[in-house]
């Protein structure tokens, strides 16, 4: 993992002057938005109460959600008639894109978690349990943090991803059908809220230190100091003998979740030519193309080719 850090300081101007990366953890890093996404696939839930039902989520908070997603271009909202019209929200091209980055999710989390009863991923075309790594789009071949290399341009920076959101911190146990439906919780806590996500992103921009977290993100320390504990206690950072935060194998390996993100990020929410990251495969060279692999038969991953099993019959797709 090579990561070499901007010459100049961050432009101004340029789209809103933050990063495709920090525009889509404005949108995405959100506990509620991660549910309500993971809903839409697993279970092909569309409509309003269909959500609140299935989540235990507050209609007001539901509503909010469903409006930004809509002004983000990640569902359309259609007409239907039942009885009486009301409205579906319908996952557009960029909300199915989304598709990998979820699925890296739950693939990280089957990884590392150590939680029993996370869903099966069956691809349909060898019949086999995925269990899907990362692979690199040009050369096929597996791609881990480590063997990538990272320059940053000037927007690449997060001191903008915005203020988190007021939510409730956990999700009521008992709602919904977490038990059994993917719930993914150290993803949601690395995920679940902006200014954790910018942390564990700004670790793998090769920030070590607190007090380079701290310019690097522009937290209040005390916020700061409660992410880092938290993710040592999580197993994704770790200290070292000089007191610096390094990413263990379990935090390198949140790399695959990271990849599908930015690659996403990169391709609905482009900023100016050569601002962002551009992260590379050293190996062949190509510029980041995550793909899903399949562990068993080494083919690459399609939306229509796998299913969750999900203890009955697959999803008509
Ligand atoms: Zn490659
Ligand atoms: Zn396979």
């Not at 380079?212 to 993100?217: A, S």
Request: glycine share 10%; hydrophobic share 40%; with cysteine.
């Amino acid at each position: 993992m090579e990561t070499t850090n901007p010459p100049v300081a961050p432009a101004a101007g340029a789209a809103d002057g933050r990063s495709a990366l920090g525009r889509a953890l404005g949108i995405l890093a959100d506990r509620w938005v991660l549910l309500i996404l993971q809903r839409a696939f697993l279970l092909r839930i569309r409509t309003f109460a269909g959500w609140r039902d299935e989540l235990g989520i507050s209609e007001s908070v539901l509503a909010v959600r469903l409006k930004e997603l809509v002004a983000h271009g990640i569902f359309e909202r259609t007409p239907y008639r039942d009885g009486r019209t009301r409205s579906e929200y319908r996952l557009t091209g960029p909300g199915l894109r989304l598709w990998s980055f979820l699925v890296a999710i739950h693939s990280w989390e089957r990884d590392w978690a150590d939680r029993p009863g996370l869903l099966t991923l069956v691809h349909d075309s060898c019949g086999a349990d995925a269990r899907p790594y990362l692979g690199c789009g040009g050369c096929g071949k597996p791609m881990t943090a480590r063997d990538t290399r990272t320059v940053r341009g000037p927007l690449a920076t997060f001191d903008r991803v915005g203020l988190p959101r007021h939510h409730r911190r956990t999700v009521r146990a008992g709602s919904g059908r977490e038990d059994y439906i993917g719930y993914c919780p150290h993803s949601m806590e690395i995920l679940g809220d902006r200014r954790s996500t910018s942390v564990l992103a700004a670790a793998f921009l090769g920030i070590r230190r607190f007090v380079d977290f701290q310019q690097e993100i522009g937290i209040a320390p005390s916020v700061l100091t409660d992410r880092l504990k938290r993710f040592t206690e999580l197993g994704v950072l770790r200290t070292d003998t000089e007191g610096a935060y390094r990413l263990t194998d379990q935090g390198l390996a949140f790399f695959e979740v990271l990849a599908f993100l930015t690659d996403w990020a990169q391709r609905e929410l482009p900023g100016p030519a050569g601002s962002d990251l551009a992260i590379t495969h050293r190996p062949c060279g190509t510029p980041l193309r995550p793909v899903l692999v399949c562990r068993f038969c080494h083919g690459t991953l399609a939306r229509r080719e796998i299913h969750f099993d999900l203890g009955g019959p697959p999803p008509a797709h």
